[in-house]
């Protein structure tokens, strides 16, 4: 099973046939992508994640298997959210009132699964490209490598690496496109997650 397959397995998962720690994992990209929506700083992000999941192991035993865990987990992200939102005063509490801060965390609900889902496109998306194209998209977005180190290694102009990248971007606009908007007819549930 490829790593796009699993993915798009896991966006489905049947969480009455998972054990806990097997749920927890499933949802860390989600997780991830909904905290980041409110606490704007991806270190911060990740450091909230794990706070995250110290409490869902701490508190494990509060879960009753066999009901929603994303809503419970995601509940859970939303109040460590906010607290690290108070704590770190990152967000002047007179101007932004808690009524404001609680449609953000509403808001950031479904994109967190959008992002997912783009994310999930995009990866497979990117496997679709040529692989002197995926060198190019590597180096210059995932290790962030200045074009005219890129050109000088290359043997190339610069001006002849923006012309691929403008390309590689073109194709993989396309795909993602393609790809989300499939994914969205295929599957109506894909919306945000309710916390009965």
């Known amino acids: 099973m490829s790593d796009t397959d699993r993915k798009k397995e896991d966006a489905r998962v049947d969480e009455g046939s998972l054990d806990y720690d097997r749920l927890v ?9 909904y905290i980041r929506s409110m606490v704007f700083n991806p270190e911060d ?24 865990f994303k809503a419970w987990a995601f509940s859970v992200a939303r109040f460590e959210c906010l607290n690290y939102l108070k704590q770190y005063k990152r967000v002047q509490w007179d101007v932004l009132e808690s009524e404001l801060i609680e449609n ?3 808001s950031a609900d479904g994109r967190a699964m959008e992002v997912e889902m783009y994310g999930v496109a995009l990866e497979a998306c990117l496997g679709e490209l040529s692989d002197e194209a995926q060198s190019l998209v590597e180096e210059r977005y995932q290790n962030k ?9 290359w043997s190339t102009s610069v001006g ?18 393609g790809r989300v908007e499939t994914a969205r007819s295929e599957e109506p549930s894909f919306t945000k997650p309710s916390f009965k």
């Open 25 to 33: 994992a499933v949802y860390q990209k989600p997780l991830y992508f």
């Open 45 to 68: 992000a990740r450091d909230v994640l794990q706070d995250v999941n110290i409490i869902l192991f701490k508190k494990q035993s509060y879960y009753v298997m066999g009901t929603n």
């Open 104 to 106: 953000i965390a509403d």
């Open 145 to 153: 490598t200045p074009l005219e180190t890129v050109a000088e290694r």
């Open 160 to 177: 002849a690496l923006k012309q691929k990248l403008m390309r590689a971007r073109a194709k993989l606009k396309l795909c993602v496109s």
